[in-house]
């Protein structure tokens, strides 16, 4: 059962920046797309940032040119970049595969923007 550990969230100004970090326990990590996602309060969980196993990236609208996706293969480990925070990206950010996440999901990691 694959595992996911994700780190990095904290309160930051506007303007501020962050960087997320999700750990993934599975052998085949390399051969998997993988994303970001952001459930904000009260509203459904949705796509934030994509990345295909072979580096290709996709943004919500919402977050292009602000965030940036990454992975580190040998780590088993995916990365967003997240720069020029607003407080409408207040969220608690997920890790999955996409575009049939696992059932699996981790605890996420609260990002809170405000001043």
């Known amino acids: 059962q694959v595992q996911l550990v994700e780190s990095g969230g904290g309160l930051v100004q506007p303007g501020g920046s962050l960087r997320l970090s999700c750990a993934v326990s599975t052998s085949i990590f390399s051969l998997m797309p993988m994303a970001w996602y952001g459930q904000a309060p009260k509203k459904q969980r949705a796509l934030v940032a994509q990345i295909t196993d072979g580096g290709i990236t996709n943004y919500a609208d919402s977050v292009k040119g602000r965030f940036t996706i990454s992975r580190d293969n040998a780590k088993k480990t995916v990365y967003l970049q997240m720069n020029s925070l607003k407080p409408e990206d207040t969220a608690v950010y997920y890790c999955?595969?996409?575009?049939?996440?696992?059932?699996?999901w981790g605890q996420g990691t609260q990002v809170t923007v405000s001043s």
């Open positions: 999955n595969t996409y575009p049939n996440a696992w059932d699996q």
